[in-house]
């Protein structure tokens, strides 16, 4: 059975942090409406949602993609790279902890999850402003006895790895080159985001569907030219906190 760790949005999202836009005013009764909708997405596709309580001491907390890494075979407890995001892992540690053995990622190295992107066995690793070189070589140590290599990829002008690149099918990523160089990436295909959709490469795949944003229609049709099943949801709200869809949940198979 596949599963969804998800948390309910906090009163507090409009403190979010910001790196790379501006501050603007966000309508929590909208943004928690969007996310029930987001869920109910999830589990039209099959997947069992286990949503947590909001905690309103992290106004970030609603992205439970950041503080923890789950793979098939054990679950990392990250280090978030923002100091305001690390009190985050307790209860994700505590959600993820009868599913998976839990290791953990230790200072001074940090990394967000939203920098992790896994194609099969190979990790890589945003180096944006919150994930560092320390904890590329801190997960190859730990996670090379389940057959993981890790590797650190240059980023520009975007808050995570996961906004430059994500995998929508088997071999099939959608990109912005202008973040990310594509051709490092082990892809068959790459999807580029349309020229005016910069924000656009952010899509959380399920299975044989992916969820994927309203903002970007454009690249949503480049997406289903290329035989991408959407299914599009409002993230108008999370988007406006540097947010995206792959942020709102931890995805994995159930023990
Ligand atoms: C932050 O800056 O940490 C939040 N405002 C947004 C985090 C988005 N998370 C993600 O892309 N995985």
């Not at 501006?22 to 949503?51: C, F, M, W």
């Not at 730990?142 to 996961?162: D, F, I, N, R, S």
């Not at 099918?169 to 990436?185: E, S």
């Not at 944003?213 to 108008?236: H, M, N």
Request: aromatic share 4%.
């Amino acid at each position: 059975m596949r599963i969804a760790i998800t948390r309910e949005v906090p009163p507090t999202l409009a403190h979010c942090e910001l790196s790379h836009q501006s501050r603007v005013p966000i309508d929590i009764a909208l943004a928690k409406q969007q996310h029930a909708t987001y869920q109910q997405a999830l589990r039209d596709l099959g997947v069992e949602v286990r949503t947590l309580p909001a905690e309103p001491a992290f106004p970030d907390s609603v992205f439970v993609e950041d503080p923890a890494l789950v793979l098939d075979e054990v679950a990392v407890i990250l280090r978030p790279g923002a100091e305001s995001r690390r009190g985050e892992t307790e209860s994700i540690a505590r959600a993820l902890a009868p599913e998976r053995d839990l290791l953990q990622v230790l200072a001074p190295a940090t990394v967000d999850g939203g920098d992790v992107l896994r194609l099969g066995k190979r990790l890589y690793v945003g180096l944006s402003q919150r994930s560092t070189s320390q904890a590329v070589a801190q997960l190859n140590e730990l996670l090379a006895p389940y057959g993981y290599e890790v590797e650190g990829v240059p980023l520009t002008a975007c808050l995570h790895l996961k906004s430059a690149v994500t995998e929508v099918a088997p071999g099939t990523l959608l990109a912005n080159p202008a973040f990310v160089d594509v051709a490092r990436f082990a892809a068959q295909r790459v999807v580029q985001v349309h020229p005016e959709e910069p924000a656009g490469a952010n899509a959380l795949r399920v299975g044989d569907t992916a969820i994927y944003s309203k903002s970007y229609p454009r690249t949503r049709e480049r997406l289903e030219a290329a035989g991408i099943r959407i299914l599009p949801v409002d993230a108008s709200e999370v988007e406006k906190a540097e947010g995206a869809v792959t942020c709102c949940s931890l995805v994995f198979e159930g023990r």
